[in-house]
């Protein structure tokens, strides 16, 4: 089994954090430099952990688990305005993505008010991209219960955050509500501030174990990270994509950020050393965040074989 | 009227007791943001959220007196004019502009970052710089346009001389919808 942890540390010598991942057989997920500062977010075998403690122990870094890593999570709020931004969706995006996810902020076009608010076709989609996703709402409780129409046709599983106290039975169509968060104006840095953030962390974290315990029931015929390392050897143009994260993986599949008219069939065309072709085993289809490739991994009912 | 600074604050929402108690929040916050909170005495608030609309009534502390060039540095008489030394640096734009008006480009110099001369024999002692009141008027209409629920976007207020009044709306407002508004801030003001 694979354990997501996240390294900090100083750039100095880290290329043998690298390597020694490399040899364990573990992947490096992303690399983010911060002038002398290095954060490198992994997938470790289990059993070699101690290893990588000794080695992260002798560069002085520091290393913790990234519950959330390789997953990529929307935080989803009405619009971009000063009403909801920067407190608290930043917050919330910043404290998801300190576990280790990769967080995407999605404002609305037009998911203000009580009787106006609507999502369309293109922001459905686009959210239904992630594994899974924050709504931020506001104070009250009549304008959190009519805002449900706006979740009501994703798949994926939804969290529902606002500042009320509300049963879980008031969101037949939700994953989970949050409470305690709600529409604020400062930063979120009271304890019990925190302690609502903590909660969306654990909640996003039971609702990625969901869609893991679904996706387990039939077996993707490979797994993002291995496809990841692939498209990395032999599509080496990913290596000058000006992206953050050239690769995002999700549960079931991967986002890269190369051109799709350009880049779909190399993409399509990386071999695995079993002898068959990404094309062979997933779905490469236009992404509708830009104009990123999606790939989405068929599971073993369809292929018929694991790699 | 003598009145300290938020002396009566209340929200009230019919039927949202926590949304009123985190709006204290957000309404001091942001009041507290853009430094309005020692210039209003009392806030009155109101909302609506069944029909919705979302309403607020303020009392203003004071008049705040047009800002001179005797308010905002030292005035000397200098050799062939006047010579004005600013300490705050925050009105020095809008000082330069109405020098430049008021006598010329030519008869106003600055030979330090903080220092202007002006070459003429007229006191600019009397010019005004900046009028606060109108400054205050536009940071206080922000403030409401933040504090108010971003969908209610028809908006209406009245700004009077020592007192102001703002309503915002999801559908159009109509007159019923202001008249209840201002029914129960005169039963909030008398309670």
């Known amino acids: 089994m694979l354990d997501p942890v996240m390294f900090t540390g100083g750039v100095y010598k880290h290329d043998l954090v690298t390597e020694l991942i490399e040899d364990l057989g573990g992947y490096l997920l992303q690399k983010n430099v911060t002038q002398s500062e290095i954060i490198l977010l992994m997938l470790v075998p289990h059993e070699d952990m101690p290893v990588l403690e000794a080695l992260t122990k002798e560069l002085r870094g520091k290393l913790e688990r990234a519950p959330l890593a390789g997953t990529e999570i929307a935080v989803v709020t009405p619009t971009l305005a000063i009403h909801h931004l920067p407190h608290p969706a930043c917050d919330v995006a910043e404290y998801i993505r300190r576990h280790g996810a990769k967080s995407n902020m999605i404002g609305m076009g ?66 989970e509500y949050v409470q305690n968060v709600g529409r604020i104006a400062h930063r979120s840095r009271k304890a019990t501030e925190i302690g609502s953030l903590d909660n969306i962390v654990a909640a996003a974290g039971r609702a990625l174990d969901s869609v893991r315990a679904s996706i387990s029931k039939d077996p993707l015929t490979t797994t993002p990270p291995r496809v990841m390392e692939v498209v990395r050897e032999q599509v080496p143009d990913i290596m000058h994509s000006y992206s953050p994260l050239p690769i995002a993986l999700n549960l079931n599949g991967l986002r890269i950020k190369l051109p799709y008219e350009e880049y779909h069939e190399a993409v399509a065309g990386v071999k695995f050393d079993e002898g068959v072709t990404l094309g062979e085993i997933a779905k490469v289809m236009p992404s509708k965040m830009k104009n990123y490739i999606l790939v989405r991994i068929l599971p073993m009912s369809e292929t018929g074989f694991v790699v | 009227m003598e009145m300290d600074p938020l002396e009566v604050f209340e929200v009230e929402m019919p039927g949202e007791d926590y949304g009123a108690e985190k709006y204290r929040e957000i309404i001091m916050d942001i009041l507290q943001d853009l430094g309005l909170i020692m210039s209003i005495g009392r806030l009155y608030v109101y909302v609506d959220i069944k029909t919705p609309y979302f309403a607020v009534f303020g009392m203003i502390r004071g008049k705040q007196p047009p800002l001179k060039v005797e308010d905002v540095g030292d005035l000397v008489e200098a050799e062939g004019g ?30 330090d970052r903080n220092v202007l001369v002006v070459l003429s024999d007229e006191s600019p002692k009397d010019l005004v710089v900046a009028d606060l009141e109108t400054e205050f008027k536009r940071d206080l209409m922000d403030a409401l346009i933040r504090i108010a629920p971003e969908g209610f976007r028809n908006r209406r207020s009245e700004m009077g001389k020592d007192s102001f009044f703002f309503f915002a709306a999801e559908e159009t407002i109509k007159p019923e919808m202001v008249a209840e508004a201002k029914e129960k801030f005169g039963g909030m003001k008398d309670a």
């Open chain 1, 110 to 175: 037009r998911g203000v008010a009580r009787e106006i608010a609507q999502m369309d076709e293109y922001e459905t989609a686009l959210i239904n991209e992630h594994d899974a996703v924050v709504f931020i709402f506001g104070n009250f409780v009549d304008c959190i219960l009519k805002k449900e129409h706006l979740y009501r046709n994703l798949t994926i599983p939804v969290i529902v955050t606002g500042g009320p106290e509300m049963e879980k039975e008031d969101f037949p169509y939700a994953f």
């Open chain 2, 82 to 111: 006047y010579q004005i030394t600013v300490e705050d640096e925050e009105h020095m734009a809008n000082l330069i502009r109405v020098l430049w008006e008021t006598y010329g480009r030519e008869n106003v110099e600055q030979p």
